[in-house]
């Protein structure tokens, strides 16, 4: 192999490591001197990863409520995890509408 292929290796491993799939990513190694449609990829995704972390965290709140409710009552709260269910498919419908748009 030669270091052109490195570099392109080692671009698409940061690029999958970064969270884009594969088509974006041959859509970003396509338009790579367009400084321009990078930065916007780069912009998106950054907003991808912090809905998905304002998401994770509004998780994390529901599963120590849930856990709370069940050492206080020695039960599992039911409603409690069904809401956390909710708020997981909620998520992955976020990242979605914004990986689409």
């Known amino acids: 192999y030669t270091d052109y292929d490195f570099a392109k290796l080692q671009k698409i491993i940061v690029l999958k490591n970064l969270g884009f ?5 041959i859509a970003i190694s396509s338009n790579e001197k367009d400084h321009d449609f990078v930065k916007q990829s780069l912009d998106l995704q ?3 990863v912090k809905e998905k972390i304002n998401g994770l965290k509004i998780i994390e709140k529901s599963i120590k409520e849930a856990s709370q409710i069940i050492d206080s009552k020695k039960q599992a709260g ?5 809401r956390i ?3 997981l498919n909620m998520e992955q419908r976020l990242a979605k509408q914004y990986k689409n748009a």
């Open 46 to 48: 950054l907003q991808l």
């Open 78 to 82: 039911w409603d409690e995890i069904v």
């Open 85 to 87: 269910i909710h708020l």
């Open 21 to 25: 799939t594969l088509e974006e990513i």
